[in-house]
């Protein structure tokens, strides 16, 4: 990989045609009345040596040259991907150990438990909260530990609907062989080009269309993790009342309990028909209602999207010419329908399944939009969105290259909280920007919708200062978490805790919980090998 495309979301050039670009570039300065300073040229990145000097650990090969090393030691959030560019790396990982099988896992393992080498397992690697930062807690060097090379279709059972795969399978290659069997996972989160199964079971990640599927977690019926106390392994093609499960406790432990190597999943038929279509809705409170009573009621969508004013109109600059939305726009549509465009919140409602099912969702959801003065502005805009959405990342690629601050965070919360959350939040970004005399746009949308609640999806932008690395994200993250915390809203929905959550994640525990936390961590994995310095609550805390 050369060594521009490091600190990119994907290889290979922005897939973002320029005058898109420049569209998004030309609001911000209208917007925030300011344009960043030229960012820095790339500066040389200087690797520590290695602390791991054998070739193999166990049974699997180490890499340990320097490229792939700085390579596997980061992931995607901003911080990042701007160390990268400003050669201001921190800890790197001694080396990069490819396993073929479970095996192989088990005995490279086996290999770090007696050499004392910490392991941190990757997937995809792109976590945005410090889930692959290279620490070695107390060991004497620290070993990456990539699943790629485990990417096999284990086994697909169309009667039971259930199919077994090796963990390091990413998201297009599944859903290709689950295609061919006209079935579906129907996970697809914003990484879905670049994440693999593991990561999502590790990170106990939630795909854009959830609303329908599910989470990760929810589709589970049995793996083997890997742990330093020994291989679990489990099958549960139907809910048991055989005790706790362990599913429960190992999802979502972001590679801290053990390492999963093969899960089998619960799958879908693949939707015979689909359709998305373009919500404009006045305000955020009558979009927000609607989309309540929308998933609440009724024929359940697959995605349940809503952007506030300031992202609806990020949004629409970002727009190609000639696109759906500009369409209904060109055509008076919404003049005509007594709805202006400035000031609207866009929602993006689509539906998936038998032909019959995606009519009468839509037909009940156009009453509900209705109902709350809302505008159905055409399938042109929900394909659109749909055409597009893994494309969204890229963009920030070409922010950072003319000196953006591009970051984000989300959360979750109750239906009857997430106005509060919202509206504490960003208060607490503009005024922690004000304080600090950053122009920030603030963009927000609720990204995956259930009965009970939601996720509250922010977007941060601000000019970078060329002589400031921390600022301004540190201190807007630090104020953006601590009035999540405040106002009731989880310490993540998707995205998971890693490093960058972990001081906070004391607070959203009891005492009890800890202890058991902290047990079962012993109990698993005793010298803490797997991936120190991660999820687990710190002493104190905010």
């Known amino acids: 990989?050369?060594?521009?495309?490091?600190?990119?979301?994907?290889?290979?050039?922005?897939?973002?045609?320029?005058?898109?670009?420049?569209?998004?570039?030309?609001?911000?300065?209208?917007?925030?009345?300011?344009?960043?300073?030229?960012?820095?040229?790339?500066?040389?990145?200087?690797?520590?040596?290695?602390?791991?000097?054998?070739?193999?650990?166990?049974?699997?090969?180490?890499?340990?040259?320097?490229?792939?090393?700085?390579?596997?030691?980061?992931?995607?959030?901003?911080?990042?991907?701007?160390?990268?560019?400003?050669?201001?790396?921190?800890?790197?990982?001694?080396?990069?150990?490819?396993?073929?099988?479970?095996?192989?896992?088990?005995?490279?393992?086996?290999?770090?438990?007696?050499?004392?080498?910490?392991?941190?397992?990757?997937?995809?690697?792109?976590?945005?909260?410090?889930?692959?930062?290279?620490?070695?807690?107390?060991?004497?060097?620290?070993?990456?530990?990539?699943?790629?090379?485990?990417?096999?279709?284990?086994?697909?059972?169309?009667?039971?609907?259930?199919?077994?795969?090796?963990?390091?399978?990413?998201?297009?290659?599944?859903?290709?062989?689950?295609?061919?069997?006209?079935?579906?996972?129907?996970?697809?989160?914003?990484?879905?080009?670049?994440?693999?199964?593991?990561?999502?079971?590790?990170?106990?990640?939630?795909?854009?269309?959830?609303?329908?599927?599910?989470?990760?977690?929810?589709?589970?019926?049995?793996?083997?993790?890997?742990?330093?106390?020994?291989?679990?392994?489990?099958?549960?093609?139907?809910?048991?009342?055989?005790?706790?499960?362990?599913?429960?406790?190992?999802?979502?432990?972001?590679?801290?309990?053990?390492?999963?190597?093969?899960?089998?999943?619960?799958?879908?038929?693949?939707?015979?028909?689909?359709?998305?279509?373009?919500?404009?809705?006045?305000?955020w409170d009558d979009g927000l209602r609607a989309l309540q009573e929308v998933v609440q009621h009724g024929i359940r969508p697959a995605v349940a999207r809503l952007s506030d004013a300031e992202e609806t109109a990020l949004s629409v600059a970002g727009r190609s010419p000639g696109s759906g939305f500009e369409r209904v726009i060109e055509r008076g549509f919404l003049r005509a329908k007594g709805t202006r465009l400035e000031g609207s919140c866009l929602a993006i409602l689509g539906y998936e399944g038998e032909a019959a099912v995606v009519r009468e969702g839509v037909r009940t959801m156009a009453a509900t939009v209705r109902s709350h003065h809302g505008v159905d502005v055409g399938e042109g805009v929900g394909e659109s969105w749909r055409r597009d959405r893994f494309l969204v990342p890229s963009l920030r690629d070409d922010l950072m290259d003319r000196g953006w601050m591009v970051e984000t965070l989300e959360t979750g919360g109750a239906w009857k909280t997430l106005p509060a959350i919202y509206a504490a939040v960003r208060k607490a970004l503009h005024e922690r920007a004000a304080k600090s005399k950053v122009a920030l746009h603030v963009g927000t949308h609720l990204s995956h919708a259930v009965p009970t609640g939601g996720c509250l999806y922010f977007t941060l932008i601000a000019p970078q200062p060329p002589d400031q690395f921390d600022e301004p994200l540190a201190g807007l993250k630090v104020a953006a978490t601590d009035a999540i915390v405040r106002s009731g809203g989880a310490l993540s929905h998707h995205h998971g805790i890693g490093t960058m959550h972990r001081p906070w994640l004391g607070s959203q525990r009891d005492a009890a919980s800890v202890t058991l936390l902290r047990a079962a961590k012993k109990a698993l994995d005793p010298s803490s090998l797997l991936n120190p310095s991660k999820v687990w609550p710190e002493e104190g805390g905010h």
């Open 1 to 283: 990989m050369a060594p521009n495309d490091w600190w990119r979301w994907k290889s290979g050039g922005s897939p973002f045609p320029a005058p898109r670009v420049q569209s998004v570039l030309q609001y911000l300065v209208e917007v925030l009345g300011t344009t960043p300073p030229s960012p820095p040229k790339a500066s040389p990145v200087e690797i520590p040596a290695g602390r791991f000097r054998a070739a193999t650990l166990g049974p699997v090969a180490v890499d340990r040259g320097n490229g792939l090393r700085l390579r596997y030691s980061y992931g995607m959030s901003y911080p990042d991907l701007l160390a990268l560019r400003r050669g201001r790396v921190g800890p790197v990982t001694d080396g990069v150990a490819f396993p073929a099988s479970t095996a192989e896992v088990e005995g490279l393992v086996a290999a770090a438990r007696a050499e004392d080498v910490a392991l941190v397992p990757r997937g995809g690697g792109t976590s945005v909260v410090g889930g692959l930062t290279p620490e070695s807690g107390s060991h004497r060097a620290v070993v990456t530990v990539s699943l790629e090379r485990m990417n096999r279709v284990l086994s697909i059972d169309r009667r039971d609907r259930v199919g077994r795969f090796e963990c390091g399978i990413l998201g297009p290659e599944l859903e290709r062989h689950l295609s061919q069997e006209k079935l579906t996972l129907g996970h697809f989160p914003q990484s879905f080009e670049l994440s693999t199964l593991g990561g999502w079971l590790a990170a106990r990640s939630s795909g854009q269309a959830s609303t329908l599927y599910g989470d990760a977690s929810a589709r589970v019926r049995g793996a083997v993790v890997v742990t330093p106390g020994g291989t679990l392994r489990w099958d549960r093609p139907v809910e048991e009342a055989t005790g706790p499960q362990l599913q429960d406790l190992l999802v979502g432990s972001e590679g801290t309990l053990g390492i999963f190597t093969e899960a089998t999943l619960e799958l879908s038929p693949l939707p015979a028909a689909s359709e998305y279509r373009g919500v404009l809705f006045p305000d």
